[in-house]
T-cell receptor, first 116, second 109 residues
Framework: DVKVTQSSRYLVKRTGEKVFLECVQD?????MFWYRQDPGLGLRLIYF???????EKGDIPEGYSVSREKKERFSLILESASTNQTSMYLC???????????????FGPGTRLTVL | AQRVTQPEKLLSVFKGAPVELKCNYS??????LFWYVQYSRQRLQLLLR??SRESIKGFTADLNKGETSFHLKKPFAQEEDSAMYYC???????????FGTGTQLKVEL
């Protein structure tokens, strides 16, 4: 059974705190992704990574950074949390596209972050 | 730039009625489209993809390049179909997906 796990289901932090969200996958996938999910806005890509120590900005990277030191682990970092970063954060992983065929993304259960 | 549009935030149907969840896309390349579903208190998961051309849980979706649409259909809705549905477009390298804003399907008895 393939698995993507996220370190916390619920997290409450204060404005200005540094926040770490951890994601681990056991499928040996090269690709990993961080999204935030907001009602009415759907899923928006924050950052993604194609390989260890490699990262690329998604559509809404401002206020976030990431780290990928090991293939199975992808961390999302909020350097100084703000109230507008209150959201559900989803991690996903996938194997690389083969030719013209894109592969399924497998999602974690999500972390609901509240910034007070 | 690529875009996925799901015009309905909420779709409410009665059990046994047909369902159609709309999805339109904007992309200059050759599109590959997916439907993902999130049931209550479960993680987001793949429902189906256009390249497979298969029916999953009674749902089908046909890619219409002329109308740039990938609507999700089911002839007879079931209560267990109640969920949030996202249409997604694969773009660029590395499996990057662009998601729509989602449609909450509610099947009423």
């Amino acid at each position: 059974d393939v698995k993507v796990t996220q370190s916390s289901r619920y997290l409450v932090k204060r404005t200005g705190e540094k926040v770490f969200l951890e994601c681990v996958q056991d499928m040996d996938h090269e690709n990993m992704f961080w999204y935030r999910q907001d009602p009415g806005l759907g899923l928006r890509l924050i950052y993604f990574s194609y390989d260890v120590k490699m990262k690329e900005k998604g559509d809404i990277p401002e206020g976030y950074s990431v780290s990928r030191e090991k293939k199975e682990r992808f961390s999302l970092i909020l350097e100084s949390a703000s109230t507008n970063q209150t959201s559900m954060y989803l991690c996903a992983s996938s194997s690389p596209a083969s030719g013209q065929t894109y592969n399924e993304q497998f999602f974690g259960p999500g972390t609901r972050l509240t910034v007070l | 730039a690529q875009r996925v549009t799901q015009p309905e935030k909420l779709l409410s149907v009665f059990k046994g009625a047909p369902v159609e969840l709309k999805c339109n896309y904007s992309y200059s390349g050759s599109p590959e489209l997916f439907w993902y579903v999130q049931y209550s208190r479960q993680r987001l998961q793949l429902l189906l993809r256009h390249i497979s051309r298969e029916s999953i849980k009674g749902f089908t979706a046909d890619l219409n390049k002329g109308e740039t649409s990938f609507h999700l259909k089911k002839p007879f809705a079931q209560e267990e179909d109640s969920a949030m549905y996202y249409c997604a477009l694969a773009t660029g390298g590395g499996n990057k997906l662009t998601f729509g804003t989602g449609t909450q399907l509610k099947v009423e008895l």
